[in-house]
């Protein structure tokens, strides 16, 4: 039988707070593979994961400080409101 791989978690994981609201960055891989994934979750559960993996968990990490930079915390957050593009 089988058994399932070990997740392997990166120290760099850890809760980020920035105007007043608060995620969870999670960088984690399997034991048995080479790529790093990385997730954020909200206060409600809701998680935002990257499609790509990462070749560290500070590649990992530097994808989020960009994304937080770029779009804001509240991008990572349930109660966001998507835009739609305007079409004229």
Do not use: C, Q
């Amino acid at each position: 039988m089988d058994r399932d791989p070990n997740i392997v978690r990166s120290g760099l994981s850890g809760r980020v707070r920035k105007d007043g609201l608060a995620v969870d960055v999670e960088i984690y891989r399997l034991e048995s593979e080479p790529g790093w994934v990385l997730e954020v979750v909200d206060h409600t559960g809701a998680s935002t994961v990257w499609d790509d993996r990462f070749a560290s968990d500070d590649d990992a990490l530097a994808a989020f400080r960009a994304a937080l930079a770029a779009e804001g915390i509240g991008a990572f957050s349930e109660r966001k409101v998507i835009p739609f593009p305007n079409r004229h």
